[in-house]
């Protein structure tokens, strides 16, 4: 099969790559316009391989994409602004990258009759909730820019289904951590400041949950649903790893050697969702489980981050 992967050289979508070379004869073209979180350097260990090609581009300019998508069997749409803090500062790049740009690929693959679409959304679409877990059918409330234009993005991949027959399939998966996470995302973002000596600005009281999800375990699981999920459904995608944004930072704390005195408790972020949760019943039917134990994953994480500063530091923002 071949594949075209929107924002192949990011976080998530890299990590995906790596995936389906090491556990198919697929081949695959990233398809990334390396805005400041596409890197290369994510790919960089896959120079070479005969069945991976990289085309720069955006998902915004329909000429671009065609030329690309044509002789594709699937299309994996990662591509997307990602960062809530980025959409409070900046919303217009999120709906029109997330929204226009999402529009854009289903037409065009629509268009040249692509065999499966995949669209991948986040658990953020939902909204905050207090007891329970969301289900696919659970109704969107998103509360940040970011998460309005995902959930906009859902709608826009769906209506193709209904109306021109895309064979579209939407994950929508809880937070990720992992190698090659940009250096702005929380988990990141706290071990190369205590790597570099630096506190942790912790948001509010600290007692916001969030659900972990080691980002091979999401890869593995995303690519299960291209390949055996249902098409016109949806699928969450999560760990079970509920915990405080506290009790996160004391673990990272604690993996790296410091205390509570490292800590930075700064102004809470603008309408911070206070817990997300979702069931993951539809995608464990088809077979997936989370492979790695959380504190596993984040020991391994912490690692990887300290054995590549080569890596992360060229990223930092001066002072951060």
């Known amino acids: ?15 995906y790559v790596h995936h389906v070379l090491e556990h198919s004869d697929d081949s695959v073209t990233v398809f990334d316009a390396l805005t400041y979180a596409g890197n290369l350097a994510n790919l960089e260990d896959l120079d070479g391989n005969p ?14 994409v ?10 994996v749409h990662f591509a997307a602004e990602s960062h809530v803090d980025r959409s409070i500062a900046s919303p217009d790049e999120f709906v029109h990258t ?11 693959a629509r268009r040249v009759g692509v065999d499966r679409f995949l669209h991948i959304s986040t658990d953020e679409v939902y909204g905050s909730i207090e007891e329970g877990s969301f289900t696919e059918a659970d109704r969107l409330e998103p509360r940040s820019p970011y998460s309005a234009s ?10 193709y289904r209904t109306t021109y027959g895309l064979p579209v399939l939407v994950t929508r998966s809880s937070n990720n951590f992992g190698p090659y996470q940009f250096p702005e995302k929380v988990i990141p973002l706290f071990v190369t400041n205590l790597l570099d000596g630096r506190k942790v600005p912790l948001y509010g009281d600290g007692l916001n949950v969030r659900d ?17 999920g249902e098409v016109g459904e949806i699928y969450n995608i ?15 704390l604690g993996l790296l050697g410091h205390g509570d005195e490292m800590i930075d408790y700064v102004e809470d972020r603008l309408g911070h969702d206070r817990r997300y949760s979702i069931d993951t019943t539809k995608v464990e039917a088809l077979g997936w489980r989370p492979a790695r134990e959380l504190r596993e994953a984040l020991a391994a994480t912490v690692a990887w981050y300290r054995d590549n500063s080569w890596w992360w530091r060229p990223l930092r923002a001066p002072g951060r």
């Open 238 to 252: 999560g760990a079970g790893n509920e915990i405080t944004n506290r009790e996160l930072t004391d673990a990272i």
């Open 51 to 64: 069945r991976l090609t990289f085309v720069q581009g955006d998902i915004t300019d329909r000429a671009a």
């Open 150 to 159: 995902k959930a906009g993005s859902d709608l826009i991949a769906m209506s």
């Open 66 to 75: 065609t030329a690309v998508m044509d002789g594709h069997d699937a299309v």
């Open 98 to 108: 997330n929204c226009d740009g999402t529009n854009v690929m289903c037409d065009v």
């Open 1 to 15: 099969m071949r594949l075209l992967v929107t924002g192949g050289a990011g976080f998530i979508g890299s990590n």
């Open 212 to 228: 972990w999800c080691y980002v091979m375990d999401n890869c593995a699981a995303v690519d299960l649903v291209l390949r055996r």
